[in-house]
């Protein structure tokens, strides 16, 4: 069966950089992404951005663009997100998600991360 | 950025009501439109996808409609179980919005 199964909860200062893991399972890994999708305390839903686990190409939300990097290892079919310059507001759940076909449907969810920003 | 607004932000229902929820795209989006649902502590599920397909194992009390602007999740007999918020998501183009979300209650 698909999993998606995330790195555990991170605790970081304003600044610093947090990189969450995503280790899929149970399916082909070159012929689906995953998406990136996060929700702040009391917030809804936030789409990140998406990753090819075909190529390594990847679409970043504007709004975390020169801040966050996708990157997947095929080898260990793992995906990760790094978010740099993190701010207070940056606390939230993260979840990585596989992303099916053209109408790009986030059909299998990871558990979801904690990363709270700190001092 | 196209903009997802569901209506209403909140509703509460009776068990066996049926419940609808509209999402309005700022743009006509064709039928790129997926449903989730989200309970506290968990993942979202998907529940519909491509506006009006039912994901596997999803009850069929959950139906999608619509297309262009103007798409609807309806329960048609709400249980228990159902509390939840309700998120639409445009993926006709990046970044892939997500609506507001639609607090149900019993």
């Known amino acids: 069966q698909v999993q998606l199964v995330q790195s555990g909860a991170e605790v970081k200062e304003p600044g610093a950089s947090v990189k969450v893991s995503c280790k899929a399972s149970?399916?082909?890994?070159?012929?689906?992404?995953l998406s990136w999708v996060r929700q702040a305390p009391g917030q809804g839903l936030e789409w990140l951005g998406w990753i090819s686990g075909y190529n390594g190409n990847t679409i970043y939300g504007q709004r975390y663009r020169g801040r966050v990097t996708m990157t997947t290892d095929t080898s260990t079919t793992t995906a990760n997100m790094e978010l740099r310059s993190l701010r207070f507001d940056d606390t939230a759940i993260y979840f990585c998600a596989r992303d099916s076909g053209i109408y790009h449907v986030l059909d299998n969810w990871g558990q979801g991360t904690l990363v709270t920003v700190s001092s | 950025d196209i903009q997802m607004t569901q209506s209403p932000s909140s509703l509460s229902a009776s068990v066996g009501d049926r419940v609808t929820i509209t999402c309005r795209a700022s743009?006509?989006?064709?039928?790129?439109v997926n449903w989730f649902q989200k309970k506290p502590g968990k993942a979202p599920k998907l529940l519909i996808y491509?506006?009006?397909n039912l994901q596997s194992g999803v009850r069929s009390r959950f139906s999608g409609s619509g297309s262009g602007t103007d798409f609807t999740l309806t329960i048609s007999s709400l249980q228990p179980e159902d509390i939840a918020t309700y998120y639409c998501?445009?993926?006709?183009?990046?970044?892939?919005?997500f609506g507001q979300g639609t607090r149900v209650e019993i």
């Open positions: 743009q006509s989006i064709s039928n790129y």
């Open positions: 491509a506006a009006s």
């Open positions: 149970g399916y082909s890994f070159a012929n689906y992404g």
């Open positions: 998501q445009q993926t006709y183009t990046a970044p892939r919005t």
